[in-house]
């Protein structure tokens, strides 16, 4: 996977810059994916990415905590998203979230008459906060930051436990998965434990999926791996298929 080198020495702090997305994702995929697959490094505030032009191929994964966010940069680094690697650094800008989390947070009329003041101009990056300010007037109350995905209400699939458990095998049974989980989200997601072949969701059935790997032991790392995985507030049900 390619490195990225930190030439500008951004210290490390909670919110990720990923740019090289693919950009024929609409946002909203965009968004539950990025969700998914680096949710598993710790508790996620928020996924940021917006429509502009100046701002496709370019999201904003902002964590709980600096550790998380370190560990997520080095083992998502060249991550093939959407056929295409991501590229992780540290965010410049301190998000909105944060600052108010830790007291730093300054409007955002305020802050931009200190720069003007100093004559300063953001390159390269963009702050993401300032991407949405006035974007969407509905988040106007949160100085046009989106909400968290943690705080959008989501009603997934009800787990169906099977009357009797399956012996282990090749194939996993996936529950409660969101109804708009995609085929391409659950593979991204399995596909970080060797040996997958194949992913299918039943559409008359949301909420569940069959996830194939060539044999029962490449299948129980997956499973062990990812039980109760969280795919927005939905945790994954994982067992053996029966055949």
Same mark, same amino acid.
């Given at each position: 996977?390619a490195?990225?080198?930190q030439?500008d020495?951004?210290?490390p702090?909670?919110?990720l ?5 693919n950009?024929?994702i609409k946002i909203?995929?965009?968004k539950?994916?990025l969700h998914?697959v680096f949710s598993q490094?710790g508790?996620?505030l928020?996924?940021?990415a917006f429509k502009t032009?100046k701002h496709k191929?370019q ?5 709980e905590?600096?550790s998380s966010?370190t ?14 690697e991501?590229r992780?650094?540290y965010?410049k800008?301190?998000?909105d ?11 955002r ?7 003007e003041?100093g004559?300063?101009?953001r ?7 300032q991407?949405?300010?006035g974007l969407?007037?509905a988040y106007?109350g949160?100085y046009?930051a989106t909400?968290p995905l943690?705080?959008?209400?989501y009603l997934g699939?009800?787990?169906i436990v099977p009357?009797?458990?399956a012996?282990p095998?090749? /194939?996993? %049974?996936v529950?409660?998965l969101?109804h708009?989980?995609t *085929?391409m989200?659950? #593979?991204? @997601? ?7 072949k ?9 909420? /569940?999926? %069959?996830?194939e790997y060539e044999?029962e032991?490449?299948? *129980?790392?997956?499973m #062990?791996? @990812?039980?109760?995985f969280?795919i ?9 298929a029966?055949?």
């Amino acid at each position: 996977m390619a490195e990225i080198s930190q030439a500008d020495e951004i210290p490390p702090n909670m919110t990720l810059y990923i740019n090289n997305l693919n950009e024929k994702i609409k946002i909203d995929q965009l968004k539950k994916s990025l969700h998914a697959v680096f949710s598993q490094f710790g508790k996620i505030l928020d996924v940021l990415a917006f429509k502009t032009l100046k701002h496709k191929g370019q999201a904003w994964v902002i964590f709980e905590d600096v550790s998380s966010a370190t560990n997520a940069l080095r083992r998502m680094q060249g991550f093939p998203f959407y056929d295409k690697e991501m590229r992780i650094k540290y965010a410049k800008t301190k998000s909105d979230i944060i600052a108010k989390a830790d007291g730093t947070f300054v409007p955002r009329e305020k802050r931009k008459r200190h720069e003007e003041k100093g004559g300063k101009k953001r390159k390269e990056q963009l702050d993401p906060n300032q991407a949405s300010a006035g974007l969407n007037p509905a988040y106007a109350g949160a100085y046009g930051a989106t909400p968290p995905l943690s705080q959008l209400p989501y009603l997934g699939a009800r787990p169906i436990v099977p009357e009797a458990p399956a012996p282990p095998n090749n /194939i996993l %049974f996936v529950q409660n998965l969101p109804h708009d989980a995609t *085929t391409m989200m659950l #593979q991204m @997601l399995f596909n970080q434990y060797p040996g997958l072949k194949d992913v299918r969701t039943v559409e008359t059935k949301p909420g /569940i999926a %069959f996830v194939e790997y060539e044999n029962e032991m490449q299948s *129980t790392v997956a499973m #062990q791996a @990812l039980q109760g995985f969280k795919i927005q507030q939905n945790q994954m049900l994982i067992t053996y298929a029966k055949k």
